[in-house]
């Protein structure tokens, strides 16, 4: 839900007033994550590509839930809307970058960027909107934080949808200094640490 949200975010900052119908998702890798996002964008009828080494799991998800089947090296090269990443880390790098035909990656694996300042910026250099990881995934442990506070599922549901919110602040922030949108969310993080 919170990388759903995120999405929704970077759709937003980068002002597409298209119908969720008319906007294209490819997943990389349809584990807990992923298989998850994609339920949640073919309920608001996006268009999903997805991808997993593991053949077994798109021959159970996609016809399950509509969705379009990718072949891993494809899963780069599409002209669409947004590349989620739910899979390995390390995926943007110097070979995967320039074949990015998206205005938006915004997904749920960890450590996605090979060289954090490098590739962040290459991410920015190209014209591509990055949701960092670490801000964008941190649905997880809301959520277990909020389990371990003995609140409800319903009440760490309304707490991963600020996600959206400290995106469009680090996107905002980015635009504005002119550095990646890692580097914006490493300094918001610090602000918001230093202000306790």
Excluded at 44 to 53: C, G, H, L
Excluded at 75 to 80: E, G, M, R, S
């Amino acid at each position: 839900y919170g990388v759903f949200r995120g999405i929704g975010a970077g759709r937003d900052f980068l002002g597409d007033v298209r119908s969720w119908s008319e906007y294209r998702v490819d997943i990389q890798g349809m584990g807990g994550v992923g298989s998850h996002l994609a339920q949640e964008l073919r309920q608001r009828n996006v268009q999903v590509w997805a991808t997993d080494t593991q053949e077994e799991k798109l021959l159970n998800a996609c016809p399950r839930w509509g969705l379009n089947q990718a072949t891993p090296q494809d899963i780069f090269t599409f002209h669409h809307d947004c590349l989620a990443p739910c899979a390995m880390g390390q995926i943007l790098n110097a070979q995967t970058i320039p074949k990015l035909n998206v205005s938006l990656v915004a997904g749920g694996a960890n450590d996605q960027l090979l060289d954090e300042h490098i590739h962040a910026l290459a991410l920015k250099s190209q014209g591509v909107l990055y949701a960092p990881d670490f801000v964008i995934n941190s649905g997880g442990l809301i959520h277990v934080a909020y389990e371990r506070l003995g609140k409800s599922s319903e009440q760490a549901r309304v707490k991963t949808a600020e996600i959206a919110h400290t995106l469009t602040e680090i996107f905002t922030h980015s635009e504005q200094e002119n550095c990646s949108t890692h580097e914006s969310a490493l300094r918001v993080a610090q602000r918001k640490l230093n202000s306790r």
